[in-house]
């Protein structure tokens, strides 16, 4: 058990020192960016769920909350615009929003950083003033996705995670504050 952990850590502190070299403006500019290291954010925004048992190492949620941090830096930069960032920007909200929903009550600091770091993300989506419909798409799946994963959080499972819902719903409440008003209505 103790190897294991101490792995996890070592890898976990590589990872997370790996992503803080991405949020150079120079990196997340080149047309490499989303192709290569992209789909390293969404898998580390999982914090491990759905491939670490609960519970789950506490370095994960640190990984996520820097993977999440650095998707906010890289969207606000480049935008949400064109379909292929809409696809990119619904896979990583997934992996977030499922690392979150399987965060444990014991794990309290470190999923505040994680969730604070995807709130950064949420709004760089939703203050995306688009000019097409694509965005306008995303800003309402956005918010459907969120009020699903409260929904579920607290009525789907045997074991109603109370804290983690809460969690998102403060991300739902807060990223409806950055959206057009006339997505609100019909998205929640």
């Keep these: ?9 070592y890898a976990a502190s590589r990872l997370h020192f790996w992503l803080g070299i991405l949020a150079i403006p120079e990196v997340i500019d080149t047309a490499e960016f989303f192709p ?3 789909p390293i954010l969404v898998v ?5 769920a759905g491939r670490h048992p609960a519970p789950r190492p506490i370095e994960l949620l640190s990984v996520a909350a820097r993977a999440n941090a650095l998707a906010a830096v890289a969207l606000s930069r480049a935008g949400t615009a064109g379909k292929q960032r809409g696809e990119e920007v619904r896979s990583f909200l997934t992996a977030a929003l499922n690392g979150l929903a399987a965060v444990s ?30 965005a ?14 409260v929904q579920a959080l607290l009525t789907g499972a045997a074991d109603k995670k109370i804290e ?10 807060c990223t409806a504050r950055s959206v057009d008003v006339s997505l609100l209505p019909e998205a929640l």
């Excluded at 580390?44 to 491990?48: E, H, L, Q, T």
């Excluded at 309290?108 to 939703?126: D, I, K, N, P, W």
């Excluded at 306008?136 to 994963?149: A, D, G, H, I, Y």
């Design 36 to 38: 290569v290291c992209w």
């Design 164 to 173: 983690a819902a809460e969690g998102i719903f403060g991300l739902l409440c």
């Design 136 to 149: 306008l798409e995303l800003q309402r799946w956005m918010l459907r996705s969120l009020s699903e994963q």
């Design 105 to 134: 009550e014991d794990q309290g600091a470190a999923a505040t950083a994680a969730r604070y770091s995807l709130l950064q993300v949420l709004e760089a989506v939703a203050s995306d003033r688009p000019q097409d419909n694509e």
């Design 44 to 48: 580390a925004a999982s914090a491990g």
């Design 1 to 9: 058990q103790d190897s294991a952990s101490g792995a996890i850590f």
